[in-house]
């Protein structure tokens, strides 16, 4: 069972656009929304990340917006270059204990064009 | 320089022939991870750990084993590979994700199973 659904599965942008990517979640005790950026050929880093208790979130060019009703939250990346040019994953997590599981959307691979 | 360090990079191998995947990190992390990444589905957990001597099964545990008998290390064992674990797998740590939730990726291991 799919608990963080992730959409599109790859985007393509200009150079200068806005990239936007969805997640979906069902599971209402998730209290922890993390964006992982993959380059190629390294790991997953940690780009982003947002508590249940906001609803937006800026960094630089990069937001996540939040909305709980809904279940869904998103990352608008403004202004992208093709240095962005990379998978994202979206990911929830739980608290269990003393510590976080984190589950992971399937990944958008994002391309900027020049 | 902080890191999460898996041996081998690569590795071809052939079916039911046992090897191990290493994962060793420098940064006094209590938590540790094992995922598999493919197409379409992301990264999928396959242990975890929590501290030296505690492992979790994650989402897709059959078929691998794990142990971490010392803080830093936490390999991942397949006894007998099959083509279906074919796949990408990285190793992660963090401090017990109660704190910043950041999980720290290694660069990655691509497994081919003949």
């Known amino acids: 069972q799919q608990q963080v659904k992730q959409s599109p599965q790859s985007l393509i942008v200009q150079k200068g656009g806005i990239s936007i990517i969805n997640c979906a979640y069902e599971n209402t005790a998730f209290d922890y929304f993390p964006w992982y950026q993959q380059f190629p050929g390294k790991g997953p880093a940690l780009l982003i990340a947002i508590r249940p208790d906001v609803s937006e979130k800026k960094e630089g060019r990069f937001t996540i917006s939040f909305n709980k009703s809904a279940k869904q939250f998103s990352l608008h990346i403004m202004d992208s270059q093709p240095g962005d040019s990379a998978t994202y994953f979206c990911?929830?997590?739980?608290?269990?204990?003393?510590?976080?599981?984190?589950?992971f959307g399937s990944g958008t691979q994002l391309t900027v064009l020049p | 320089e902080a890191q999460v360090t898996q041996n081998p990079r690569y590795l071809i191998t052939v079916t039911g022939k046992k090897l191990t995947v290493t994962c060793s990190q420098n940064m006094n992390h209590e938590y540790m991870s094992w995922y598999r990444q493919d197409p379409g589905l992301g990264l999928r957990q396959i242990y975890y750990?929590?501290?030296?001597?505690?492992?979790d099964k994650g989402d897709v545990p059959e078929g691998y084993k794990v142990s971490r008998k010392e803080k830093r290390n936490f390999p991942l064992i397949l006894e007998s590979p099959s083509p279906n674990q074919t796949s990408l797998y990285f190793c992660?740590?963090?401090?017990?994700?109660?704190?910043?939730?950041?999980?720290?990726f290694g660069e990655g291991s691509r497994l081919t199973v003949l």
């Open positions: 992660a740590s963090t401090h017990l994700m109660g704190l910043t939730g950041e999980l720290f």
């Open positions: 750990s929590m501290n030296v001597e505690v492992t």
């Open positions: 990911a929830a997590a739980i608290s269990s204990g003393s510590a976080r599981q984190l589950t």
